[in-house]
């Protein structure tokens, strides 16, 4: 049934990306994600904390903003990468972005992130997707029907996951992945061999290694078979090693190539039964640009590939009638068009 809301712009109407004239390599609009962002007054405004149950002795953290008539808007769940979490700027714009235009938003902290490390005494990987699966049956049996998903890097990559393993029944209406790693192991070879990435390998690094350290106080526990483990040091300089070392032994793996095969969403796209777009960056310095295309993908999937934006940045020149902060938009904008029921898949940008 018609909601009211404009289709899904067609191809001709799709409004393309063009770049902040400060920041059109890769990279610079990768690290603007990290800059302060300037939010609306009450944009991080939660109405309910909710700690869910994933398993036995796993919660996670989850931050709700309802609309006045719950059950008669739209749910939009979104999911964080790596090093973000529910409160991070990008996570809280797009959610007060959504909020305005009448969805209820539903922000998931993946376990131990955000300060949450004490929730669980498991660690996290990249494919994990019984986070999701949880807060999905939980606002299912909250009477939610009109559920969407918009992630983001990693948490795009789960998602992904989560709809192919699902298949037809999967409690989701559309997705929108932004800047997935759906091959692990390729991303994780360009993350350590590329040189010009070793900023973003020591940031990644520092955060895995501090977040081990808090739950070892917190839980009381070693997580890596090596009290001091040289993860920032020449020689063990490496997102695969500290995969090899922590990653894959605490998941059961056999080692950091093995975890990457089965978290990779890529070969679970021939499987996806819901309308979904995968937007890539052509100049994205973490995810290889091709990867998503040499997969197999069901005729519901659609690639959006644009030329810059950089990984997750895309922030472009101001319009008179929206922000910088296109991907957002565009996000939003594709999901509304869903929602009119109308057939959006020969969408492209």
Same mark, same amino acid.
């Given at each position: ?5 404009? @289709?899904? @712009?067609? @191809? $001709? ?50 931050? /709700? ?80 029907? *009109? ?31 932004? /800047?997935?790693?759906? *091959?692990?192991?390729? $991303? ?31 839980l009381g526990r070693r997580y890596s078979p ?17 995969? *090899? ?12 190539? *093995? ?15 819901? @309308? ?35 990984? /997750? ?34 969408l492209r940008l």
């Open positions: 049934m018609a909601t009211g809301r404009r @289709p899904t @712009p067609r @191809p $001709s109407e799709l409004r393309p990306f063009r770049p902040h004239a400060l920041l059109r390599g890769g990279h610079a609009q990768t690290l603007v994600t990290s800059l302060p962002r300037r939010l609306a007054k009450g944009a991080g405004h939660v109405d309910e904390h909710l700690l869910l149950d994933v398993e036995p002795g796993t919660q996670v953290r989850v931050l /709700c903003r309802w609309q006045p008539a719950i059950a008669e808007a739209p749910t939009l769940v979104l999911l964080h990468g790596l090093v973000g979490h529910a409160e991070t700027s990008y996570m809280v714009g797009l959610a007060d972005k959504a909020w305005s235009k009448g969805w209820n938003t539903v922000r998931l902290n993946l376990r131990n992130y955000g300060g949450t490390e004490g929730l669980t005494d498991t660690l996290y990987h990249s494919g994990l997707t019984a986070d999701l699966r949880a807060l999905l049956r939980h606002l299912e049996e909250q009477g939610h029907e *009109d559920i969407h998903l918009i992630g983001y890097s990693i948490g795009g990559n789960q998602l992904l996951k989560y709809l192919g393993e699902e298949g037809e029944k999967a409690s989701v209406r559309s997705s929108v992945a932004i /800047c997935p790693p759906v *091959d692990l192991s390729a $991303s994780a070879r360009l993350l350590d061999e590329k040189p010009s990435n070793r900023i973003y390998l020591a940031n990644f690094l520092f955060y895995l290694s501090q977040t081990l350290k808090r739950k070892e106080k917190l090596d009290p001091r483990p040289s993860l920032l040091r020449k020689g063990g300089y490496s997102i695969r090693r500290f995969d *090899d070392l922590i990653t894959a032994p605490h998941f059961g793996f056999q080692n950091a190539e *093995d975890y990457y095969r089965v978290g990779s969403s890529g070969p679970w796209l021939a499987k996806i039964t819901v @309308p979904t777009w995968i937007l890539i960056a052509e100049n994205d310095p973490l995810i290889p640009s091709k990867s998503a295309a040499s997969f197999a993908r069901s005729e519901r999937v659609q690639l959006l590939s644009v030329a810059g934006g950089g990984h /997750c940045g895309f922030l472009g020149r101001k319009q008179p009638d929206e922000d910088r902060y296109w991907v957002e938009n565009r996000a939003l904008e594709i999901l509304e068009g869903q929602r009119d029921g109308r057939d959006s898949q020969g």
